[in-house]
Every structure is written in C-alpha cells, then in structure tokens.
C-alpha cells in the first residue's frame, strides 16, 4: 500500500516538545513583564509619551527575552531530539523484530529488559505472538508432511492396482476391484477428516445450545454393533449437560471418542463408560476404557495428527486415519475447553474433556 512520505514520529515528538517549551516560556516571559510593569514606579511621560523608567526596561527586558527564546527553542528542539530517541527505542527494537518476522524467521525475540510500562508489555505480547506463530506453523509443517505421507501410501497402491490390472488381463478382477475399493475409502476418509480438521481449526460454525448427553446417546447407538462385534460392552452414566457450540462437530467429537475407545480396547471382555456431568463452571464429558497399558511418554502424543502409538495400530477397518484424538482435540480447542488424557494404572485410556457451560 502507497502512502505519501511524511514526518517521523521522532522529528513530531521533537518539535511538540519544543513547541511546548517555547509556549511555557513565552507565557513565563509575560508573567514576568506584567509583574515588572506593575511594580515599577511612575514617573513623568516624555516626548514619545511612554514613561522614561519603562522605556528604559523595555530597551533592556525585550532583547534578553528574545535571546532567551531562541535559546530555549534550539535547547528544545535538541533535547526533544535526544528524549524522543531514548524514548521512541523500544519502537524500533519492536519494528526491527517484527520486519526479521516478516522475512520468514519466526525464531528471533526482543526479550525487552527494564521496568514494567507499555513498551516492555507490547514487547512481551509481541514475543508471545511470535512463540505461538512459530509453535503453529511447526504444527502445520508436520501436518502437512504426515498427510501428503498418509495419502501418498493408498495412491501409490491404487496405482499399483491399476497397473497390475492392465499389465495382467487374465487376474481375478473382481479381487482388484476390492481391494481397489478398500484403498479409495481410506482415501477418501482421511479426506474428509482432514477437511473436518480445518474447519474445527477455523472455528467456522455456529454456536447453538447443545446437549452432550444426547450426542453420547446417538453416538453409541451407533456405535453398539460395533461394540457387540468386538464384545465389548457399553455403559453410558451422568446427566442432562448443555454447552455452547457445533452440534455436528461435538457429535463428531463423541463418536471418535467412543470409536477409539472401542477399538483400543481388549480383544473381548472389555468395556467403555461414557460419562456425562454439568458443574458449576463447565460441562464436563468423560470416556473410559479398558485395554492394554500405555506408556506415560506415549499419551501426550496421541492428539497429534497420524499419532496412532506404537501399541495401538490396528489393521481392520475401523482402524481410523490416525486423525480420532487429533480432531477431538481440535474440536476442543475451537469450543474453548480442555481434554486430558490420563493412562489406567490397570490399562486403558482416561480422555477427560471440559466445556464452558450454559445456564
């Protein structure tokens, strides 16, 4: 954007503080000339019909007062100049930082010493801004690089399939057919979660009253057979419990949860409670399951995208993208709560999420 050049902010400062000074000064200079007038005896007019002992002051009063202004106005404008760059410096630490931001690198702080005033507190927020921006698009790199990774695998096989197909007329098609099919599913499913994670990133939805208890009963609903399947078995506990947000986003945000917790789970006997409780400040939602045990250094990493555990790849078909507990945690964040994960001490997952709540 173009803008006409125009004075600095050091050069403006330094003519206020000039101009001010200049003002005080003159209006000292007329207090002084009105208190000399007053006291200063009468005496008979002359032939210019101005007192002799008042014209002599005038002679003597107007050019020490005009030295003194001009003096005073070069004094302030120097040292206007001088204390508008001692105090315009925080800016330019500020400027400079920000311009290194602007050329791509995220990883230089001001860290402002000295008291607590508004340039030390733009300072710290300013840091902040950067620490987050950096910590965000680290995210985003990694993201970036674990889902071209995780889309490139069923397109390299689908384009083995194809290959095979053409290269190979008397194979069994309907076998390539279905695996074929298999493989775009995947596809097409890591697709969609990845564009439901950029919409909880966005919070691009509207907030609407919605009640956690309903979408824990239409999610198991749906979720029973698979439940039965696997013979686990599902326990549904708590109340009545409203929050603010994203009905279709929150309900996805229950189903993975009890998806995951039914499919990390034992390989039959094992169960998942789902839990739902309105407190005074939040609206709290919590998932329990059964299963093996988790290492500690393991758990902090599972809402990252493609972050499966090492113990916890699944090969069926509800084995998921890898996207569950990351979407979980995006949809979270994007309604203003918090999620803790904590590992049974007897095995299994503890996925506690907290809410703002509504009256």
């Known amino acids: 954007m173009s803008r006409r050049p125009g004075l600095s902010a050091r050069l403006k400062l330094t003519i206020s503080y000039a101009g001010f000074l200049l003002l005080a000064s003159t209006l000292l200079l007329a ?24 014209y002599l002051l005038l002679r003597v009063f107007a050019p020490a007062a005009a030295t003194g202004l001009a003096f005073l106005l070069a004094f302030g404008l120097l040292g206007g100049w001088v204390l508008a760059g001692r105090m315009l410096a925080p800016l330019a630490r500020i400027a400079d930082a920000a311009r290194t931001a602007s050329n791509g690198s995220l990883s230089h702080r001001i860290r402002m010493e000295g008291p607590e005033d508004e340039f030390r507190e733009l300072a710290d927020v300013f840091d902040t801004m950067l620490e987050q921006l950096q910590s965000h698009l680290g995210e985003q790199q990694r993201f970036a690089a674990n889902a071209s990774h995780e889309l490139r695998t069923p397109l390299a096989i689908s384009r083995t399939l194809l290959d095979v197909a053409r290269n190979d007329p008397t194979r069994d098609q ?13 596809a097409i499913d890591l697709t969609e979660a990845l564009l439901l994670l950029t919409r909880a990133d966005r919070r691009s939805f509207t907030r609407e009253p919605v009640d956690l208890s309903l979408s824990v009963e239409e999610a198991t609903e749906t979720l029973l057979p698979l439940a039965e399947q696997r013979r686990i078995t599902l326990n549904v506990t708590g109340e009545k419990t409203q929050t603010a947000g994203s009905a279709a986003l929150l309900l996805r945000m229950v189903t993975n949860l009890v998806q995951n917790a039914i499919v990390h789970n034992l390989r039959a006997g094992g169960t998942v409670t789902v839990h739902t409780e309105s407190r005074r400040d939040a609206s709290v939602l919590w998932v329990e399951n059964t299963g093996h045990r988790l290492p500690p250094e393991l758990v902090p990493t599972l809402t990252e995208p493609f972050q499966r555990g090492t113990a916890r790849i699944r090969t069926d078909e509800h084995a998921g993208v890898g996207l569950g507990l990351a979407i979980v945690h995006s949809i979270v964040r994007a309604h203003d709560g918090t999620l803790d994960l904590t590992p049974r001490p007897t095995g299994g997952l503890l996925v506690t999420i907290r809410l703002p709540a509504t009256p």
């Open 174 to 186: 309907g076998e390539l057919i279905e695996r074929l099919h298999t493989v775009n599913t995947r």
């Open 31 to 54: 207090l002084v000339w009105m208190f000399l007038l007053r006291y200063v005896p009468d005496s008979p007019k002359g032939l210019l019909g101005v007192a002799p002992n008042r």
